[in-house]
Structures are given as structure tokens and as C-alpha cells.
Nanobody, 124 residues
Framework: QVQLVESGGGLVQAGDSLRLACVVSGRTFRSYTLGWFRQAPGNEREFITAISWSGRNTHYADSVKGRFTISRDNANNTVYLQMNSLKPEDTAVYYC?????????????????WGQGTQVTVSS
């Protein structure tokens, strides 16, 4: 069984930064593509970014490109999401997710394991 636990959410002002972390336990961390998604009230779950098992490949949604950075530390089974220049529209519950289908999976249904989510609220 694979478990993902997010942390680092909170209430910040527009323009501030936050770093989310997700610790993955269970099966071999290194074999997974890891992604971050978010869901705001009344909205569908939205893909934000993903990183390949090696860390060499990353992909970002246009809405966060240039502001958010994904990284992973395979030695500590952790994936990070550095969020800069936050906007009120970034307010959502943020989820990390893992899949073993290889690189190129950016849809939520392609991910097999999910964390419980962490709330990020950006005030104007």
C-alpha cells in the first residue's frame, strides 16, 4: 500500500510564497511519477504539475507556469511544490498523487494513489 501525506498549506497574502511537501511511503518511491493537483470549491480537480521518477522531466499547467516549481528528493521519499507569487485564484485544496504508468500521465484518473490534501488560501 502506498500512502501520501501532504503538509505546508496555510493562509497567505497575494504575492507571498508557500512550499508544500508530500511524503510518500510504501512501495518503491523512485518508480513513481508524482503530481500535484488542486480543487477549489465548485470546481473540478485541476492538474498543476508532475515530475518523472528521475526528476529530469517536469510538466506544468499554464496557470502556474513560471510561478510554481516541482521537485523531488528520492532519498527522503518527498516531493515538493514551491509556490511563488501566489494569487487569490490559487486558493484550493492541494493534493499530491502518484502513478506507476511512466512519464506522460497528467490526468487525474491516471493516478493510483492520493494524499488527503492540504488547504491553501490566498487573500487579496
Amino acid at each position: 500500500q502506498v500512502q501520501l501525506v501532504e503538509s505546508g498549506g496555510g493562509l497567505v497574502q497575494a504575492g507571498d510564497s508557500l512550499r508544500l511537501a508530500c511524503v510518500v511511503s510504501g512501495r518503491t518511491f523512485r518508480s513513481y511519477t508524482l503530481g500535484w493537483f488542486r480543487q477549489a470549491p465548485g470546481n473540478e480537480r485541476e492538474f498543476i504539475t508532475a515530475i518523472s521518477w528521475s526528476g529530469r522531466n517536469t510538466h506544468y499547467a499554464d496557470s502556474v507556469k513560471g510561478r510554481f516549481t516541482i521537485s523531488r528528493d528520492n532519498a527522503n521519499n518527498t516531493v515538493y511544490l514551491q509556490m511563488n507569487s501566489l494569487k487569490p485564484e490559487d486558493t484550493a485544496v492541494y493534493y499530491c498523487a502518484a502513478n506507476d504508468k511512466g512519464w506522460g500521465s497528467f490526468m487525474g484518473f491516471e493516478y493510483d494513489y492520493w494524499g488527503q490534501g492540504t488547504q491553501v488560501t490566498v487573500s487579496s
